[in-house]
């Protein structure tokens, strides 16, 4: 008995040491060791695939363990959606207009989609991706609502308790180049990732997960917060094939840090997105989770367990054991461009993890014909390298910076062109 309590406290204190014990991310690549990543090409029976259409259906297994152990189920099912034009303003000297649109699922739940399209005829392709902390704080044009849920941002005097204010509009502005993006011919669409599920542990129960679990057919727990903003963006993607001016064929979806992941997972799951473009995704993103650097799997689903079905943390030391890693992920984006970027300042994210995922495609994006990173090194400081995969890792801190935008414009540019001088129609 006494021997039973003893050891029943000895393993509680442990429990709380543990628990009590501050997470110290590793920084030092020499301790990261050698690992061994899950071949793309090996089929569950162990042969491996050799064509564009093995592939195919070695792709449907791949995205069926990623629904499986990591970001959960998508909803298969679609709902009626309706759309309401808010306001329509000519902006940039006329150079652009931007939009904003009420979009609504079964009556039972409302995102608010901000669009700054060219002021020209003709389609356009555009970049889609959420923002963190309300679709005002994108711009400073004084016609776009104040987000009215919770956001992570909490800067004072720009928001209060989480709540965006009137002084939030244009705080950051600079992760969205609207100007730029306008004069290289492309359009520009957002929704605050809030409006489908607020990023908090307890989001799901005004988000879509709760709002629309009877018309979807899932229970919140089958799936993800990551999963409910990958799901928003391919109903975003939905209403913008719906307006003339966009050319739906040429929609790029893109994400900062934690909405990279929604970006990456969106794109896996809806091949309708031409290009998907990471920035600083790291840790359940474009990082290598069987890489212990930075922040690891334990620690993200310890501080947003949110993010993934509650299982995936048993993962958490056990690298090793997943199905997959993260370049597989990327891998189910083939034969579509990819841009994976890191940023120096941001080695919470393990940048060289990113650029290793990015270039583990290969074998994938050859049968296509395509190359993807190539046989590339590690590159320098402000450097892009690949084709069809493309990667940089610039100087600076973790941020969507005006270089990233350049550079994400000059790869589209390349493959996702815009029209240039369109006729009207
Ligand atoms: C945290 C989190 C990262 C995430 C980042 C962000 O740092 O640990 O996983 O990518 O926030 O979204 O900015």
Request: with cysteine; glycine share 10%; proline share 5%.
């Amino acid at each position: 008995m006494k021997t039973a309590l003893l050891l029943v406290s000895l393993t509680f204190c442990g429990l709380l040491s543990m628990a009590q014990q501050p997470f110290v991310a590793n920084m030092d690549e020499s301790k990261v060791g050698s690992i061994t990543l899950p071949n793309p090409l090996q089929k569950p029976d162990g042969t491996i695939v050799k064509n564009k259409k093995a592939w195919e259906k070695q792709r449907l297994y791949w995205l069926d363990q990623f629904q499986k152990v990591m970001y959960g189920k998508m909803p298969s099912k679609k709902l009626p959606q309706s759309s309401q034009l808010v306001s329509r303003t000519e902006i940039m000297g006329g150079k652009a207009i931007q939009y904003v649109w009420a979009l609504t699922f079964t009556g039972k739940h409302s995102v608010t989609v901000l669009g700054v399209l060219p002021n020209k005829p003709g389609k356009v392709p555009v970049f889609l991706g959420l923002n963190f902390c309300g679709n005002q704080t994108t711009s400073t044009e004084p016609s776009i609502p104040i987000f009215e849920k919770y956001v992570i941002c909490n800067e004072a005097g720009q928001f209060k308790n989480n709540l965006g204010q009137a002084e939030s509009r244009g705080a950051w502005a600079s992760r969205w180049q609207f100007e730029k993006v306008i004069a290289a011919g492309y359009g520009s669409i957002t929704v605050a990732c809030g409006d489908f599920e607020e990023d908090l542990p307890t989001g799901y129960r005004n988000g879509i997960r709760s709002t629309l679990a009877d018309q979807l057919g899932l229970k919140a727990e089958e799936w993800s917060c990551i999963g409910a903003w990958a799901w928003g963006l391919s109903r975003t993607a939905d209403f913008l094939e719906t307006i003339p001016q966009i050319d739906a064929k040429k929609i790029i979806v893109h994400g900062h840090s934690r909405l990279g992941k929604a970006a990456l997972w969106a794109g896996a799951n809806d091949q309708r997105f031409a290009a998907i473009i990471s920035n600083e995704s790291g840790e359940g993103g474009a990082a290598l989770s069987r890489r212990n650097y930075g922040e690891n799997l334990w620690r993200i689903t310890n501080s947003f367990p949110h993010w993934f079905l509650n299982s995936y943390k048993d993962y958490a030391y056990k690298e090793n054991d997943l199905p997959f890693d993260q370049h597989i992920l990327m891998s189910l984006l083939a034969p579509r461009p990819l841009y994976v970027a890191s940023a120096m300042g941001d080695q919470w994210s393990d940048p060289r993890g990113e650029f290793l995922g990015a270039q583990n495609t290969e074998a994938v994006y050859q049968l296509y014909g395509k190359t993807g990173l190539g046989t590339v090194a590690f590159p320098g400081l402000n450097t892009p390298v690949g084709q069809q995969v493309r990667y940089h890792i610039r100087e600076g801190k973790h941020d969507m910076t005006d270089y990233d935008w350049g550079e994400y414009l000059r790869f589209v540019g390349e493959i996702v062109k815009p029209v240039k001088n369109h006729p009207q129609h």
